[in-house]
């Protein structure tokens, strides 16, 4: 029978040989109490691994992917405000209930399994290759909970996490609205006033009353929805300053108004609600529902949907690798075609290449995570500068090779490609959605560039850059990397007194110019524990010179330009 | 010379066929100076005893009983176990069918015999009786003996001896054998069948055509059926089809279907899982159509087809009709 | 009220991607060479025995006789939710179905009341599948073959659908009954057993496992009640075929496969 965790070569590597689960779990766990159900790191690993094994690995390829395309014709309906799900998506949601993964990050104190994000990150992955859309309830699932773990009260994480960890609720995240989207500091939902907006609670019950639309929600019939709302005086606090964050439980006054029809992940709901004067808890503090509540969630979200990327980027790798075995033209496979051959070896390294971001990227989120529980200060503040850093470029990074990957998979397909008897067609479309949604690429940059001309991920950078190969084929390729490095702190130098609206101008050429670097690095690094990795970055690190060199010349020759005849 | 106790199966008032390569088997084993005998066990069976003595049984036993008439392990088991009370034997063959590696364990475990199913070949050497059988995929070919004397049981496989020539001549005792049912024999009851009745006669057709799960739908398997008549074929199936209610039971092919021997056989769509490979493996040649290049029938395939059936299939169709 | 049932389950040889014999040049089975698998209608045993759990409760024993080499059978059926294990301590090698039946029919009578026993049929082509008609004779209770599908349970009886050729029968047997379990999972989805639990996974993984000696199961030499031995196992050679490829895009290729076929070559 298919795993599509131990089927994974490269994510099976780099959960057993590549991820520092030492330092992970120094942070995360108490070996030795009574609570912590291991009794050491190697152990805690094991499960892990296994885990990923059965059930993920499992139920993703036995059960979820044989339903995706089904899921994907069928499609989400809403009659009468009530969403209907596909019978085979109903059964996806069982299934997983049933394999109790549904509360992977929960504390276990709420029934969770308190597993690291890094581990999270695999599943997510793993599921993602099995039906992309399925994600947007597996992966959302997260983000939503820990958030609430993270700032809500006591009461609440004892009302919503124990039912959230059994998969009985799912949640939904309400941000954006017809005339916020990118700017979420437009938002208009109110949060309880009745003329003007003075906010204040129900003297009864403490609860707040929030009215308003919200648009393009992912899942909006769930039964937790995290909504971002403006609680206070625009004439006081206007713009961000004047969000609040609220938890709304499903009920009568959370109307759903429409379904969208979309391109792709058919799977997963994306719906128009209407709080109409709806009961809501605030979490946290007033006025700190953008600055932290939502870029918190959205960090948490952006590393989901980055492994949900990879999960189709390793679909359609398998799916091209495949074909091109079996798809004969001029009497031989096409794969023995030069110009198929290099896409085909380009995919794969992209792929493991994006693969070693995102991991290097989940692995900071945990130490920041574990450091903050441990109240260590110091590392709290470095390694929660380094995730809001990679984060952002994690996310842009896999779900633009995603893309890429799934173009030239359906390239290999030729015209088999384009027809729903594929399955590269599905995953054509759904890939589309994920350097869109939590934030579009673009924003991404703009948050990338200007951490990267701070130097907020120097430290990182110069660590790899230091490390001593054994290897001389190694330390020669390294000298390769640390070459681009140059051009590339170069350019990052150049942009220190530049404007920003400059700064977001260059962003991808610098952006790209990083994270080519930083792959670069890390698959070096693999290329120490696993003899294939060599190839792999020396093809990598072969393109990375070009590559980084165009990129600044770019850059040193950026213009504004609007162009119209 | 050993003697040989032969389970005569019947379905639907025919002999099995492989009951009779079994008698013939028995035959070759026994020798000159060993004895075939045979149990004709069912209700309304009777009429078959001669056919069995001409196929070789030197004395049938008739258990005709309206008790046996649809198949039970115990109270068949019991038939079996006085057969060999009143006649005692060294060996005790059946047909490997869903009956027979049922009832020859069952026989074997209640009188602590040494048994092995799903035979490929039966012989008597020196007194010892083995029993062949393939293992591991069929990777492997395992003899088998008796640990310490006794009766042996064995199934055969269709095809693991030749089906014998029917010789009317043949004299044989014919004797009716009375059964002693207690309760405890008769608990388990069939309370409803849901078998078909045969239409097609697989095993005698020179060319077949058989679908798999991947014609997808009745109308895929429109297309097979298009091209079969274009051959002049017979229609096979896999379980896979038939459980999808696409075609009747009897065109199944395979370890619980039919085993055939065709000069052709064209596999659309099938994956060529080793329960339908031991049914069709041996057909001179074989053609396979399917879209994955890796399927396992692939490995037994003379002629190797990767492409989707429904363009195929409709090709070959035209092309014949040309 | 809830029923008892024990699934005995193994953990055999996997040779379906095994490239390279499965035998040394002694003709022994290259045991250093091979990994193992829970035996797959084992799997749908126990998803069968789960599915009652599910619908109407049970409490579900798996039973396993010997060592675990790499899959751990017993503790995979505490992850997917059987309630008990036991392993009899035993080693399989050399045992035929006979002598395991006895160990195992010691093992449930020790490990109390019980009214099914699921157990895979295995198909002939893997190893063991008398098992389950031994076992029913060593534990004197009636015993139905080839069961695709457990149709009704309790109160008292079972009713199994049976496969036989051409079709299927509904076999009602009274308890305690034993079913050999075939395919079992008809229904068109799911068509896999379910994956472990992972709550459970994190509770069971250190769970101890009981285990019975042969002693203790009543058959202390085991080996003395074997029945049928190996005499010799021979690798077959694998059948050469000379095969060609067709283009399926090309008339005159398919045209001349259908002559070549029709007339026999
Ligand atoms: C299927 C789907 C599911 C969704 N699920 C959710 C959900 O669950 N919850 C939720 O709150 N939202 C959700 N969204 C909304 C999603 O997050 C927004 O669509 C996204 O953030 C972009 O906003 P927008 O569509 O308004 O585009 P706009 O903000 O209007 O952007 C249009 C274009 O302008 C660019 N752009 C905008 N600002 C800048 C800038 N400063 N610099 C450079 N370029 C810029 C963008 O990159 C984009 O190319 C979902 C959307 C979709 C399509
Ligand atoms: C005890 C037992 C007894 C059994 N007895 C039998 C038996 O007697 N007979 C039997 O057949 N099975 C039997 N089986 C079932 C057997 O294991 C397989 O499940 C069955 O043979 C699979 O049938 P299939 O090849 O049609 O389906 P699948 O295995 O689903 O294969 C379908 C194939 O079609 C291909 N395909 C899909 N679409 C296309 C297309 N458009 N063009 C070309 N190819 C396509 C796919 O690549 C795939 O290889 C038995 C199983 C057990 C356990």
């Excluded at chain 2, 639907?12 to 060993?34: E, F, K, P, T």
């Excluded at chain 3, 953990?11 to 022994?28: I, N």
């Amino acid at each position: 029978m298919p795993n599509y965790y131990t089927d994974n070569k490269d994510l099976a590597f780099i959960m057993d040989q590549v991820m520092d689960w030492n330092a992970i779990l120094a942070m995360k766990e108490t070996f030795g109490d009574a609570e912590c159900p291991y009794a050491d790191a190697e152990e805690a690993k094991a499960t892990f691994l296994e885990m990923l094994r059965d059930p993920v690995g499992e139920l993703a390829a036995n059960r979820i992917a044989p339903r995706a395309e089904e899921i994907d014709d069928i499609g989400c309906k809403c009659e009468n405000g009530q969403v209907i799900f596909p019978e085979a998506l109903q059964r996806n949601l069982k299934d997983l209930c049933d394999a109790q993964l549904m509360g992977m990050t929960i504390p276990r104190r709420f029934g969770g399994l308190q597993f690291p994000e890094t581990v999270y990150t695999a599943a997510i992955e793993v599921v993602s290759q099995a039906d992309a859309s399925l994600m947007n309830f597996f992966g959302l699932q997260g983000g939503i909970a820990e958030t609430i773990n993270e700032f809500a009260t006591e009461e609440l994480k004892e009302q919503y996490l124990p039912r959230m960890s059994t998969g009985e609720f799912t949640g939904a995240m309400a941000l954006t609205e017809p005339d916020a989207g990118s700017d979420l500091a437009a938002v208009q939902t109110r949060a309880k006033g009745g003329e003007g907006i003075t906010a204040q609670q129900d003297p009864v019950t403490g609860m707040w009353i929030i009215s308003g639309a919200k648009r393009f929600i992912t899942n909006g019939c769930g039964d937790v929805i995290l909504v971002l709302a403006r609680s206070e005086d625009p004439a006081k606090k206007g713009g961000g300053r004047g969000l609040s964050f609220f938890l709304v439980e499903k009920g009568p006054k959370v109307k759903v108004r429409r379904i969208e029809h979309k391109l792709g992940i058919h799977g997963s709901p994306t719906c128009e609600i209407y709080f109409d004067e709806c009961p809501a808890y605030l979490i946290g503090s007033r006025g700190m529902g953008l600055a932290r509540y939502t870029a918190w969630l959205m960090l948490a979200a952006r590393l989901a949907i980055g492994a949900q990327a990879q999960g189709i980027a390793q679909a359609a790798l398998e799916e091209a690798e495949k074909y091109a075995k079996e798809r004969e033209q001029f009497g031989k496979p096409i794969r023995d075609f030069p110009q198929v051959a290099a896409m085909l070896a380009d995919m794969r390294m992209r792929c493991e290449a994006a693969r070693a971001v995102l991991y290097a990227t989940s692995e900071i989120v945990d130490l920041h995570q574990g450091a903050e529980a441990k109240g260590l200060k110091d590392e709290t503040r470095r390694y929660g500068r380094i995730a809001e850093s990679l984060t952002p470029i994690a996310k842009y990074y896999t779900t633009e090779v995603a893309n890429r990957i799934c173009y030239d998979s359906l390239q290999i397909h030729g015209g088999n490609g384009f027809m729903q008897e594929y399955p590269i067609e599905r995953l054509y479309r759904d890939v589309r959605i994920t350097n869109i949604y939590e934030g579009t690429s673009q924003i991404q940059v703009n948050w990338a560039v200007s951490r990267l001309v701070r130097g907020d991920v120097d430290d990182v950078m110069d660590g790899l850059a230091k490390h001593v190969f054994a290897d001389a084929d190694l330390a020669r390729l390294q000298g390769e990397i640390l070459k681009a490095f140059e051009s590339y702190k170069s350019v990052v130098a150049w942009l220190k007194d530049k404007e920003v609206a400059f700064r977001e101008l260059v962003g991808p050429n610098v952006t790209d110019m990083f994270v080519d670097i930083y792959a670069a690095f890390l698959l070096l690094r693999h290329a120490e524990k696993w003899e294939y990795k060599r190839k792999v970055a020396a093809r990598f690190i072969r393109q990375l010179g070009p590559r980084v060199a165009m990129n600044r010349d770019l850059a040193l020759n950026a213009q504004f330009d609007t162009l119209a005849p | 010379m050993p003697n040989v106790l032969v389970f005569a199966e019947v379905n639907d008032g025919v002999l099995h066929d492989v009951s009779l390569q079994c008698l013939s088997a028995a035959r070759q084993v026994a020798g000159a100076g060993g004895r075939v005998s045979c149990l004709l066990a069912g209700h309304g069976v009777a009429g078959l005893a001669p056919a069995l003595v001409a196929a070789g049984a030197d004395s049938v036993a008739v258990a005709d009983d309206e008790r046996l008439a649809a198949y039970v392990t115990a109270p068949f088991a019991k038939a079996v176990g006085a057969c060999l009370d009143a006649n005692p034997a060294d060996l005790l063959l059946l047909a490997a069918s869903t009956v027979g590696n049922d009832l020859g364990p069952a026989v074997a475990a209640a009188r602590k015999a040494a048994c092995a199913v799903d035979c490929d070949g039966v012989a008597a050497q020196g007194g010892t009786i083995s029993l062949r059988r393939a293992g591991y995929d069929r990777k492997v070919m395992t003899t088998f003996v008796p640990a310490a004397a006794g009766l042996v049981v064995g199934t055969l496989r269709d095809g693991a001896a030749p089906a014998p020539a029917a010789d009317a001549a043949r004299q044989g005792a014919i004797a009716p054998l009375a059964l002693d049912l207690t309760p405890a024999e008769l608990v388990s009851k069939v309370l409803r069948r849901d078998v078909a009745k045969k239409t097609v006669n697989l095993k005698d057709a020179k060319i077949i055509v058989a679908a798999g799960a991947g014609v997808g739908s009745p109308d895929g398997l429109a297309l097979v059926r298009e091209l079969a008549q274009a051959l002049g074929a017979e229609i096979g199936a896999t379980r896979a089809v038939v459980d999808a209610g696409w075609l009747p039971a009897d065109h199944q092919i395979g370890q619980t279907g039919a085993t055939v021997r065709p000069d052709v056989y064209l596999a659309c769509g099938i994956s060529g899982a080793v329960q339908h490979r031991v049914g069709m493996m041996d057909a001179r040649t074989i053609v396979a159509i399917n879209s994955d290049a890796n399927a396992p029938i692939f490995k037994i395939a003379h002629y190797k087809i990767v492409g989707d059936l429904k363009v195929v299939v409709p090709k070959l169709a035209k092309l014949l009709k040309a | 009220m809830a029923i008892n049932i024990v699934v005995v389950v193994r953990e055999v040889w996997d040779t379906r991607d095994l490239s390279g014999s499965v035998l040394d040049g002694a003709g022994a089975v290259r045991a250093g060479a091979m990994e193992t698998r829970f035996e797959p209608e084992d799997l749908n045993a126990l998803e069968a025995a789960l599915r009652i759990k599910d619908a109407q409760g049970a409490q579900v024993t798996a039973i396993a006789v010997g060592e675990t080499r790499s899959v751990d059978v017993l503790r995979e059926c505490l992850y997917r939710g059987a309630d008990k294990v036991v392993r009899v301590g035993a080693d399989p090698a050399g045992l035929d179905d006979q002598a395991l039946a006895a160990l195992i029919a010691g093992a449930i009578a020790k490990a109390g009341p019980c009214d099914l026993v699921l157990v895979g049929t295995a198909v002939p082509d893997a190893e063991n599948s008398l098992l389950g008609r031994h076992l029913a004779a060593a534990l004197g209770v009636p015993a139905v073959s080839w069961v695709d599908a457990v149709e009704e349970v309790g109160p008292g009886r079972a009713v199994a659908k049976r496969a036989v050729e051409m079709g299927y029968e509904f076999v009602e047997v009274p308890f305690p009954a034993l079913l050999s379990m075939g395919v079992a999972l008809l229904e068109d989805d799911p068509r896999a057993p379910r994956p472990a639990k992972a709550m459970l996974k994190l509770k069971m993984k250190k769970a101890e496992v009981p285990v019975v000696s042969p002693a203790d199961a009543g058959a202390a030499d085991p080996a003395a009640l074997v029945a049928m031995k190996v005499a010799t196992m021979e690798a077959i050679a694998p059948r050469v075929i000379e095969s060609q490829q067709v283009d399926p895009e090309s008339e005159a290729a398919l045209k001349g496969m259908l002559d070549a076929v029709l007339k026999g070559e």
